[in-house]
């Protein structure tokens, strides 16, 4: 549920994103508005698109856990920065400018 999610995002300090595609990059956006820094691997082109570098590291489990303890090292400056990335997503991605955007999309043709 919205619930259960939004609490396990609350309560997480780090959300691993080893995959190569995340879609439209949802789960990323929805960490960052919670303030969990997301990481992301650098082959995952939604990512780069939509994260800052602070959060994209090599797709390797070395680096993954190198980049969770640089960021543990700077945490509160990186979580504010997130939630900056986060507060300009929610906007973009509000699940009603979705929809008008769909409906604009097909109504245009």
Same mark, same amino acid.
Do not use: V, W
């Given at each position: ?14 959300? $691993?994103? =080893? ?6 990059? &949802? ?6 508005? $919670?303030?969990?820094? =997301?990481?992301? $691997? ?8 939509? &994260? ?6 090599? =797709? ?50």
């Amino acid at each position: 549920s919205d619930q259960k999610l939004n609490k396990l995002y609350n309560s997480s300090k780090y959300l $691993c994103l =080893p995959s190569k595609a995340e879609g439209l990059g &949802l789960t990323m956006i929805e960490a960052m508005i $919670c303030g969990t820094l =997301p990481i992301a $691997c650098s082959d995952n082109k939604t990512a780069k698109e939509f &994260l800052p570098q602070d959060f994209i590291c090599e =797709p390797d489990p070395q680096s993954m856990f190198d980049k969770i303890n640089k960021l543990n090292k700077q945490y509160e400056i990186k979580r504010k920065l997130a939630l900056e990335y986060g507060k300009k997503y929610k906007i973009q991605f509000d699940k009603k400018n979705i929809a008008k955007n769909i409906l604009n999309i097909f109504n245009s043709k």
